[in-house]
């Protein structure tokens, strides 16, 4: 692998910064210590095409109206903050950009959870849900002095779920989660998916009675709205339907 | 009024840093434990890290902590504390176990061990050839120890405050008695009664323009404690990551040269062999990125603007990209739309990682000056500390062990002194300092918006106080910032309401940034040498006669800067010529 | 927000009644697939191999007097309403939210099923088509 | 309106067929149970009213409906058991209402002349 002397010269394309291009920005507004219902508000801007969706809505912040709120943090896809209603579906605003979108972008809060002002929603029963799928690693053998040894196939089986950042852009785009706020959602599954299918761990008996619960896994109609939101490309629906099986054999 | 709280133990910053002590301060049955973010703690920066975790666990081939603490305290070019590397590089392995049997998903080698690779800087046989020391999980290491961490700390029931603005440390006496907080969703400001407060609130990048830090790393406690009379210890040493993708920053992971990309100029050639004949593209960061901006200089850039370089790794193995890189080719693919796979990648370095900081003890006590004097009840680690581990340069892979080992340590010796003594009374008063300042934004009727301000400093900051400084441009940059100073008395904010004002936030993460730049400024206007990652063009040998110390700065309380130094602890290593 | 942070196993388990919801969802699906054919053949021999504009009592009563209808449609009338009923009962408890209501909806379809299963039942058993059907030939 | 793709058309639908069916199987339960009441009882009379147009029309999309139901419902029992079924569901929901197209619409063609009365 070590090319030392390069056989060939590469160069790469050469990265151009586009023109800037006038976009209308529509975004949901609601400030509860002003307004009595959500309403739309529009601002039109030049952006670059290769501007991230937070680009602009940081571009509007900073430059024409300071009050609009929304989360966001490292601006590159992995820490969750900013998941929203973008055209339609939910992506993560830094992680899509207005060349994907076309001129005019609407941008709303996720669904399902209490906006609390703009894009701001209460996260709580979101990581309520999280926590009560015993997202932890459970083991109660003594540790070895080393590492607990693990196969990289047993190790490639749950590869998958360990990517979730806890953005909840799947959970607020599954239709039962919407009405039924009380179904854990597909990132919580995910995540206990992640531990159940961890050689190392033991704690499934009890992850598996959570799962098992009325408003637990079951209540999944394959939709796959999470699969197609995931910002991390997990394939949801595909471990959801693991643990369902996984939940039957055992039961059987 | 504000809210009153009372807890043991604090931690201030949920990273992997705060987790970790966290967990370890709440494992003492009668202690207790809150941890206060602004963030919630699965959006710390430490997800964003990628390459992995230094610890000579030797899974791949032969290594041992000794080689581990030489490569560290030469990578740091010899103004690493020599005590805290070798401390250090035998307990990072312990922690690295432990966070294995709290169930982190390492990548494995054939053997079902932790999988290791290599990285800049770390070598076997105290330089010799390349080692695969760094333990990783895919280009997701950061992202794995922050959510191993947090799952634990639901296990263990750790109580949360978060989106919990920490404006403010209680320091009376010269102990430390907790802080105030602002509550994001209401607007309203919490006291915090604790007998020991543990600061672990990462970095402060957000003051360069091209970084890959996230937008919350803004230093904020860095400045807190500057302004209440804790001086910083050696901020002008600030590492550039030579791969930030260009123009934006987001990072390229060293693991992408551990695993064998090349870094090219313009006319294809593997310019690093002429810097670092023996490690070459994996040579510390520091010469890395010089090496970038002197070809860029000598025209051998690439592009329209002959600005940037290619990270070249089509000649890998596409699945091992698709394996062990995935992440960081799909960041190439989203936001440059160049697949690493078929084609090299634009990038440029990105301000990265601050070495200095809260200078704190081995065991993270905070230190108020060049005495080693302890300020009693305060400790801090992580990005935000200086323990003095990374020198003027850190090693790829120390700062997630920074993390861990250092987390550890506070976690425990916080909840070792807060069982030995009573809360000390909290006394009267203590918002009103946070209170006027935030009343003072929230009435000001200046022009100036906050978002301007930042990206002078942000912009100037990137041209004069970056890889390469002259007491000319650093002159000038004192002078810029004493004028973002006065335009930051005239910012004005639009949001005046309570609930979820980030605007009113970011304007006060502002005021932390310029306290950030005035340390990194001056420590670097004072130091007339070149070391690791602090490198003068009008004085560009080190010269340790003159400069083997730390710099401490500090802020006088009428708003004046006062330098320091405190010297290194040296040991085994002899401070040689750093050569690869 | 402060956080009182985690949900323990037995918080969960107060947050979440456990129920059958495994067996249910077993049974939608091999109800499902018997009902493609009890389904299908249904529709075959009332639609396709009669004229549906042409159903009357007769031809109802005809039906019934035979004892294989009667059991083949016992078998559909069993796994339609029960599958059916199911499904209606995932929909109530998606989509009505007041605890309340939810109990109070559920119990009406639970009646109205029950009321429905004797009823076909009923149709289906309790009566003798061939002296209706008689009488009816006898009537025309 | 959630810009969903296939699996969320494919959900929505199957639970509109299937409480339509639910809804129409205790009606159709309910009046043929009215042959109990014997010749001279209410069914032929019930029947007649059944035979105004949007019972008529509602009858054909419940036949439709049914079939509908019955393909997505396998798709849906080979997505459940199988890792190529949740990988191909896109295009076994193209195949669900393709079949749907193909039993359903010779079925039509027999059946819609005859429930309308043409026939
Ligand atoms: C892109 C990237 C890749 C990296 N890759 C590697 C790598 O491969 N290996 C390696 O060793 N290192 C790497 N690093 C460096 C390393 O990740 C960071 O230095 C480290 O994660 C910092 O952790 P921390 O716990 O100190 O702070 P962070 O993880 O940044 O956490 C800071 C915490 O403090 C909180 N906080 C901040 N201010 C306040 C306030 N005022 N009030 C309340 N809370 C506050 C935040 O909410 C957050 O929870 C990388 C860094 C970056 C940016
Ligand atoms: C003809 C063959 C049929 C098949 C193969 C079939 C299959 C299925 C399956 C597999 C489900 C479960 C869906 C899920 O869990 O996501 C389901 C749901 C349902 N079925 Fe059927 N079914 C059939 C006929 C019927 C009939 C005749 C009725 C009406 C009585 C009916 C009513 C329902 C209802 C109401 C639901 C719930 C829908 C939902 O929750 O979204 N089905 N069907
Ligand atoms: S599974 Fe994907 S969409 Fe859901 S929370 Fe995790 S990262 Fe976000
Ligand atoms: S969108 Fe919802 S219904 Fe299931 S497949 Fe995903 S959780
Ligand atoms: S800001 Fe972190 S995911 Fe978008």
């Excluded at chain 2, 990125?289 to 070249?312: C, F, H, N, T, W």
């Amino acid at each position: 692998m070590d090319a030392t002397t390069p056989t060939r010269i590469p160069t790469g394309a050469p990265v151009h910064t586009p023109d800037m291009i006038p976009i209308t920005m529509k975004i949901k507004r609601f400030d509860p210590e002003k307004d009595a219902r959500p309403y739309w508000a529009e601002y039109r801007l030049d952006v670059r095409p290769t501007d991230r969706v937070l680009d602009v809505l940081n571009t509007i912040k900073w430059e024409m109206d300071g009050t609009i709120t929304y989360r966001r943090s490292c601006a590159h896809g992995v820490c969750g903050s900013d998941a929203m209603l973008i055209n339609g579906v939910n992506r993560l605003a830094c992680k899509i950009l207005v060349q994907d979108l076309g001129d005019t972008i609407s941008v709303e809060p996720i669904r399902g959870l209490e906006v609390q002002k703009d894009l701001f929603v209460d996260m709580e029963p979101f990581f309520d849900a999280y926590k009560a799928v015993l997202p932890f690693f459970i083991n109660d053998d003594a540790e070895p002095p080393r590492e607990r040894l693990q196969s990289p196939e047993d190790r490639e089986v749950f590869d998958a779920t360990t990517k979730c950042i806890l953005c909840a852009a799947c959970t607020t785009s599954c239709p039962v989660f919407w009405t039924n706020g009380r179904y854990l959602g597909p990132a919580a599954i995910v995540n206990a998916h992640r531990f159940i299918f961890d050689s190392r761990d033991q704690g499934n008996a009890a992850r598996m009675e959570v799962m098992n619960q009325s408003n637990g896994l079951w209540r999944c109609r394959t939709a796959y709205n999470c699969t197609e939101a995931c910002p991390r490309d997990i394939p949801i629906t595909q471990a959801i339907e693991e643990v369902k099986r996984e939940l039957l054999w055992r039961q059987a | 009024m504000a809210r009153a709280h009372k807890y043991d133990v604090l931690v201030v910053g949920a990273g992997g840093a705060g987790l970790m002590a966290a967990r370890y301060a709440a494992q003492n049955p009668g202690v207790s434990v809150a941890v206060i973010s602004k963030l919630y703690p699965t959006r710390s920066h430490t997800g964003a890290a990628q390459g992995g975790v230094g610890a000579a666990l030797g899974n791949v081939s032969e290594d041992h902590p000794e080689w581990h603490a030489f490569d560290t305290v030469k990578g740091g070019d010899y103004l690493a504390d020599q005590d805290v590397a070798e401390k250090f590089s035998h307990e990072v392995i312990d922690a690295v176990y432990e966070l294995e049997h709290m169930g982190l998903p390492f990548s494995r080698t054939p053997e079902g061990r932790i999988a290791q690779r290599k990285f800049g800087g770390h070598t076997r046989e105290f330089g010799k050839s390349a080692v695969e020391r760094a333990c990783y999980a895919a280009d997701r290491t950061g992202h794995m120890i922050l959510q191993t961490l947090y799952q634990q700390s639901i296990k263990d029931q750790v109580t949360f405050f978060n989106e919990f603005y920490v404006l403010d440390v209680i320091l009376e006496d010269g102990s430390a008695r907790g802080v105030v907080a602002y509550e994001l969703a209401t607007g309203e400001l919490h006291v915090f009664h604790a007998k020991a407060t543990i600061i672990a609130t990462g970095g402060n990048g957000r003051m360069f323009k091209v970084t890959s830090n996230a937008h919350a790393l803004t230093g904020d406690l860095m400045s807190v404690l500057y302004r209440r009379g804790i001086p910083m210890e050696d901020p002008e040493f600030y590492q550039f990551h030579p791969t930030g993708l260009y123009k934006i920053g987001v990072l390229l992971t060293e693991g992408a040269r551990g695993e064998g990309g090349i870094l090219r100029n313009a006319d294809g050639e593997r310019f690093m062999e002429r810097y670092a004949p023996t490690i070459k593209d994996l040579a510390p960061r520091d010469m890395v990125s010089r090496a970038m901006y002197l070809e860029i200089q000598e025209g051998r850039g690439v592009g329209p603007d002959k600005d940037y370089i290619l990270l070249d790794l089509t000649h890998i193995d596409a699945a091992i990209i698709e394996e062990r890189l995935p992440d960081i080719t799909e960041f190439a693919r989203i936001y440059l739309g160049v697949d690493p796979i078929k084609e090299p990648v634009p990038v440029q370095p990105t301000a990265h990682y601050a070495m200095g900081g809260i200078p704190t003890t081995i065991n993270t006590e905070v230190i108020r000056d060049g005495n080693n004097t302890i300020v009693p009840g305060l400790y801090a680690a992580g990005e935000v500390a200086c323990a003095s581990l990374h020198g003027a340069n850190r090693l790829g892979t120390n700062s997630l062990g920074d993390l861990i080992v250092f987390g550890r340590r506070a976690g425990i010796e916080a909840a070792k002194y807060a069982a030995s003594v009573d809360y000390e009374p909290m006394p009267d008063g203590v918002t009103e300092r946070t209170r006027s300042e935030l009343d003072r934004i929230r009435a000001a009727s200046g022009s100036e918006r906050a978002s301007h301000v930042r990206k002078a400093l942000q912009d100037t900051m990137m041209d004069n106080a970056s890889v390469f400084r002259t007491s000319e441009t650093l002159q000038n940059q004192v002078e810029i910032l004493a004028q973002l100073r006065e335009r930051y008395a005239q910012v004005s904010v639009e949001d005046t309401g309570t609930q979820f004002n980030t605007e009113l936030m970011e304007t006060v993460e502002l005021g932390f940034l310029l306290d950030n730049a005035e340390q990194l400024v001056h420590g670097a206007l004072n130091r007339q040498e070149s070391r690791g990652a602090h490198s003068r063009e009008d004085f560009t040998e080190r010269d340790d006669d003159q400069w083997l110390k730390h710099t401490l700065v500090y802020k006088e309380d009428d708003g004046s800067v006062r330098i320091d130094y405190k010297p290194v602890t040296l040991g085994k290593y002899e401070p040689k010529p750093r050569v690869y | 927000m402060a956080t009182a942070a985690p949900k323990t196993l037995k918080q969960a388990r107060e947050t979440y009644n456990t129920s059958g919801e495994l067996v249910w969802w077993v049974f939608m699906r091999i109800s499902g697939l018997m009902l493609v054919f009890l389904v299908f053949a249904h529709i075959y021999a009332n639609n396709i191999a009669f004229n549906a504009g042409e159903i009357d009592y007769a031809y109802v009563a005809n039906r019934l007097a035979q004892p294989s209808v009667k059991i083949f449609d016992t078998f559909l009338l069993g796994f339609a309403l029960l599958h059916g009923v199911n499904g209606l009962r995932y929909s109530i408890e998606d989509y009505v939210r007041k605890p309340g209501r939810r109990f109070w909806a559920k119990a009406a379809l639970f009646t109205i099923t029950g009321i429905v299963f004797v009823l076909g039942t009923m149709t289906l058993w309790a009566f003798s088509y061939d002296e209706m059907g008689a009488a009816v030939r006898a009537l025309n | 309106m959630y810009r969903g793709r296939e699996g969320q058309w494919a959900f929505v639908l199957h639970r509109l067929t299937g409480v339509g069916l639910a809804l129409y199987l205790l009606l159709h339960v309910i009046d043929i149970s009215l042959v109990m009441f014997g010749p001279e009882g209410p069914f032929n009379a019930f029947l007649a009213f059944y035979h105004q147009w949007p019972f008529r029309v509602g009858l054909i999309l419940i036949m439709a409906a049914v079939v509908y139901h019955a393909f997505n419902g396998i798709r849906i029992i080979l997505m459940d058991f199988t890792d190529w079924g949740v990988k191909y569901q896109g295009a076994l929901w193209y195949g669900a209402m393709g079949l749907t197209a193909i039993v359903g619409i010779p079925v039509l063609i027999k059946v819609v002349p005859e429930i309308l009365g043409i026939a």
